[in-house]
């Protein structure tokens, strides 16, 4: 895929519709779908059985009725807990598959974000397992790959030279945007805080990057995001994005 920034910022709901539903899970994405996002983040791990998961943790414990690793529970083990995150309201929530996520967005026109968890577990084969995946579903023109391991973000571009690469990246590392575009990249994934540099953004251009920055909640960050002309604005909360995103485009 080639770039996606088209002039004012793309709403991508981070880990689904999170801020109302519980993060990671079909309620999650289905609301960002029916707030009309133009997509959800989300995050891959993997199972003892080598399935793909959606979770943002290596563990099961914050967001589930359950413990232990993810990979060391089978894909049918998992799917017996409930995953609804401790939230009032919802019910049984099962851990939903890759598989199914991109069944849900097929056809929608919509973007996901995958972010590939593969920077504290080393799942062998995870990066192929996700991009065989994607392919299956022909959504290729449609995903964002993403990891704060930069090593699958490699991979990524080794296995699908047309894939579009975004780097996350949190600590106050120097020259990132060199280095991003050195490696191949298409995307800066910055935590918020780098937009506070008044050269970040000038320099993100200067070396032909899209940004695309996590996690924007509060409405004066997202009006920032669309002053300064970041790509992305990923959140927990899409209603709010797309209400700043319209204000600024009628402005
Ligand atoms: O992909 C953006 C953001 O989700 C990265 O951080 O910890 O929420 O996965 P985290
Ligand atoms: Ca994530």
Not at 145 to 162: A, G, I, W
Request: negative net charge; hydrophobic residues 35%; proline residues 4%.
């Amino acid at each position: 895929m080639h770039k996606i920034g088209r002039g004012y910022p793309i709403v991508l709901g981070h880990r689904g519709a999170s801020g109302y539903a519980p993060e990671n899970t079909m309620k999650s994405f289905k609301l960002a779908l029916d707030m009309d996002a133009d997509g959800v983040e989300l995050d891959v791990q993997m199972t003892y059985d080598g399935k793909l998961v959606v979770i943002h943790d290596e563990l099961i414990d914050r967001t589930s009725n359950g413990k232990g690793w993810v990979k060391d529970h089978t894909l049918e083990e998992l799917k017996e807990f409930n995953f609804n995150n401790h939230m009032e309201g919802y019910g049984f929530c099962e851990i939903p598959t890759l598989d199914e996520v991109l069944e849900l967005f097929r056809g929608t026109g919509k973007l996901i974000n995958i972010e590939i968890k593969s920077n504290i577990i080393n799942y062998p084969g995870i990066t192929k397992a996700v991009i065989d995946m994607v392919r299956e579903h022909d959504m290729q023109d449609h995903v964002i790959y993403s990891s704060f391991n930069h090593q699958t973000c490699l991979e990524v571009e080794e296995y699908d030279p047309d894939a579009y690469v975004g780097f996350l990246y949190e600590d106050g590392f120097l020259n990132v945007p060199e280095y991003v575009r050195q490696n191949h990249g298409d995307a800066l994934h910055p935590a918020l805080y780098f937009l506070l540099d008044p050269l970040y953004m000038p320099r993100a251009r200067k070396n032909g990057l899209e940004v695309n920055v996590w996690t924007i909640n509060e409405e004066y960050q997202m009006e920032l995001g669309c002053k300064l002309g970041i790509t992305t604005i990923i959140t927990n909360y899409p209603d709010r994005a797309l209400r700043i995103v319209e204000k600024y485009k009628k402005n």
